[in-house]
């Protein structure tokens, strides 16, 4: 990032001269160094050639030519330019002077604000980059926690290379949502990239590349393949010019596609195994992007923290790694790792993927009679399996039923895998994907059979999706032990990680707590937005305990509910913990409420946040991914009804962990009320976006009331505002805080 070599990546600063009248129009750039550039300039008879600060403006005249200079003359012209008092004026003699400069001098060229907090995050992130530590940070919204650990990365692969030998190695970045991985890919690194170079800073673009899954690309093969079977008369004719689009393109991220459905993507991405058998591997495109994504020249390397695992247990296993080899990881959203971690280090065993594995070699006798057992045996493996779940356990509120290896299951199971390994033996070698496909299989029933583990089952009555999952009963510990026994720094954040200033609960989570204290630094920053000025926190005094099993409590919260829609002309979002209680208490209040637009979030459809935002004024009733992620500033979504407080729902991971626990108090104490709290934490803060937002947000369950149990840790968890549990204060509020429009 801090290249001494010339930069001939000059358009951007000589427009700047240009624009700001410190060169001649018909001027011209050859080369970059530091914060200083070379301008060439035509009399007519000879060229003249000048030194310019572009950051401050000074110049000096060096020489003239008849003829132009040539490239091998560039290394005596630098020399003459470093010798000048102005060139690299802004150097910085370590990276904490260089982080004040960025901060606190080149963003206010570019309507930043200087912000304290976020430039003393950035300071500790780059120090625990520099000693290798481990940083975890709680930093709420709109201090800007993605700048200040862009710039401590950057400044860091300025200073790493000073002084010491030094080996290109690229800062992985992975964060939960694709989302933010694009905004840092096409906005946040290009922004900082061209305000760095106009500085003088760097010389050279900062690079990156994003890396998803193969699922994520698209086949080449498979794609023409589809195509050519389409009849553009009964395709629709939008989908048909997609995939027409994505062939004269050449495009092959999935995630750049427009206009083609759900299963057109599954019909033309790339399929696992499927790369090392094709003909045109070496000629692929999606190959090619691979083999230049894996390379070390790249500053940035962006995932998920499904990808970033799946790296860690490749390496794990002895196996080509995903990502080249790194020398910080930062850790966006880290709330969600753990849930990445539950998919990545489990087991599925999908009742179809048998069916489809055992179809595809059925030519020879034996092999035949095999392939029919294990069918055979997943169907009466399935069926043991779903006996064992309890009555009870089936709610829509789930999809994990907790289910017990039976000795008939276990000895199925090995049945199954004794049956993968003699038909393994029978394959010949040069059939490779069927090969690495049976080693995979025979490996999760290894896991699923000998593992101290928790089992549940997914899809129990669809037939086909039936899914036997599983987990170790010590994944914290395995979790642990894979993250944190290298030597890498590791910058951990997210917006709700910690429980008022406390960071326990997430350690023991990802199996930190065994860590000496002195490799762990933690650091807290709360909202830059004024709380107190803008936002009002109603708390109801007189809701019936929490029960959606009880006509009173759904009758209650419906009044309450339509009496708070009202109060604040809709612009709301009412937030459930779970599908039953949103659809009864929909149904009730769209009878009192006809005028107001009502939007309810249904199970596998993502439209109800569009059709949220074009109401204008409406009222979105959510559960689920509703809690975090969404970003709707503005008067559209003024307030925020939390009707439960958002306690886990219960289901086999969390049910084995109650077990770890000596009693009900300290399994709530440890562990549900943590988690409860940083939930809480995530669904407040879709209300408050920007420093100029205002609004309500009510929390209804009695539990969070005055005589509550948990009145004083929901208070202590939330930004410090204004609380009332009088009605009229939040339409007085929202009378003082909003225009005459938003009440028509």
Not at 412 to 437: D, V
Not at 620 to 635: K, Q, R, V
Request: with cysteine.
């Amino acid at each position: 990032m801090d290249n001494i070599q010339p930069n001939y990546n000059i358009n951007d600063i000589v427009k700047k001269l240009k624009k700001l009248n410190w060169v001649p129009e018909t001027s011209v750039g050859v080369f970059i160094i530091k914060d200083c550039i070379l301008i060439q300039s035509y009399s007519g008879k000879s060229f003249r050639y000048r030194a310019v600060n572009f950051v401050s403006g000074e110049q000096k005249y060096l020489f003239y030519r008849k003829n132009g200079i040539y490239v091998d003359e560039h290394a005596l012209i630098i020399e003459k330019i470093k010798a000048l008092p102005f060139y690299n004026m802004k150097q910085a003699s370590n990276g904490i002077e260089m982080i004040d400069v960025i901060f606190r001098e080149v963003f206010p060229r570019y309507g930043f604000k200087i912000r304290e907090d976020q430039v003393s995050l950035s300071r500790h992130m780059y120090e625990n980059m520099k000693e290798g530590k481990i940083s975890i940070s709680d930093i709420a919204v709109g201090l800007g926690k993605t700048h200040a650990y862009l710039v401590a990365a950057i400044v860091h692969g300025i200073f790493s290379r000073k002084g010491s030998p030094y080996k290109q190695m690229p800062i992985v970045i992975t964060t939960s949502s694709i989302e933010l991985q694009r905004s840092i890919i096409k906005e946040y690194i290009p922004q900082i990239s061209k305000m760095l170079m106009e500085n003088g800073i760097i010389t050279a673009p900062i690079s990156s590349v994003l890396r998803k899954g193969k699922e994520n690309y698209v086949c080449e093969n498979r794609l023409m393949d589809y195509y050519h079977t389409l009849d553009p008369k009964r395709k629709r004719s939008e989908e048909y010019a997609g995939l027409k689009s994505v062939i004269q393109k050449g495009i092959i991220d999935l995630g750049e596609v427009e206009n083609i459905s759900a299963y057109d993507k599954r019909k033309i991405h790339v399929e696992s195994n499927q790369c090392m058998n094709c003909s045109k591997y070496k000629s692929c495109s999606f190959q090619q992007f691979m083999k230049q994504a894996r390379k070390s020249t790249y500053h940035f390397q962006i995932c998920n923290h499904n990808y970033y695992l799946a790296d860690i247990l490749k390496r794990k296993d002895g196996h080509k790694s995903l990502l080249p080899d790194y020398q910080v990881v930062i850790i966006d959203e880290a709330h969600k790792l753990m849930d990445a971690a539950e998919q990545m280090y489990g087991t599925l065993i999908i009742e179809n993927e048998i069916q489809k594995l055992m179809k595809k070699r059925k030519d020879q006798k034996e092999l035949k009679n095999r392939c029919n057992e294990v069918i055979a045996i997943n169907r009466l493996l399935f069926t043991e399996l779903i006996e064992q779940i309890p009555d009870n356990s089936y709610s829509e509120d789930t999809d994990r039923y907790p289910t017990v290896i039976t000795l008939k299951a276990a000895q199925l199971l090995k049945r199954m895998a004794f049956n993968f390994q003699e038909i393994r033996k029978s394959i010949g070698y040069r059939e490779r994907q069927l090969i690495m496909e049976l080693d995979q299989m025979i490996d999760c029933l290894r896991v699923t059979i000998s593992g101290d583990n928790i089992y549940w089952i997914e899809n129990p009555k669809s037939n086909g999706q039936r899914t036997l999952a599983s987990i170790h009963k010590r994944i914290n510990e395995e979790l642990g032990e894979d993250l944190w026994r290298k030597k890498n720094s590791m910058i951990l954040t997210s917006g709700t990680i910690a429980v008022d200033g406390n960071f326990d609960y997430i350690k023991k989570q990802l199996g930190m707590s065994d860590l000496n204290n002195w490799r762990i630094e933690e650091i807290s920053k709360s909202s830059p937005f004024d709380f107190r000025k803008n936002c009002m926190l109603y708390i109801a005094d007189k809701m019936p305990f929490p029960n959606v099993d009880d006509p009173k409590y759904l009758d209650g919260i419906s009044q309450e509910v339509s009496a708070l829609i009202r109060v604040s002309n809709g612009h709301v979002l009412v937030l459930f913990t779970s599908y039953k209680p949103l659809r009864l208490i929909y149904k009730a209040i769209e009878k009192y409420i006809t005028d107001i637009p009502l939007i309810a979030m249904k199970r596998g459809k993502n439209n109800a946040i569009y059709d949220f935002k074009k109401s204008k004024k409406g009222v979105l009733f959510a559960t689920g991914s509703m809690w975090e992620g969404i970003n709707i500033p503005g008067d559209i979504l003024s307030h925020l009804i939390i009707v439960k407080l958002p306690f886990p729902i219960p289901d086999p991971i969390s049910e084995y962990e109650k077990t770890q626990y000596p009693d009900m108090n300290a399994y709530l104490d440890s562990v549900l009320v943590p988690n409860m709290l940083i939930k809480l934490r995530q669904g407040v803060g879709r209300l408050i976006r920007s420093e100029t937002d205002t609004g309500v947000i009510s929390i209804l369950d009695s539990r969070a009331g005055v005589k509550g149990k948990y009145h004083d840790a929901v208070l202590a968890s939330l930004p410090k505002c204004n609380v009332t549990s009088d009605i009229n204060e939040i339409h007085q509020f929202l009378l003082r805080k909003k225009d005459r429009k938003y009440f028509e």
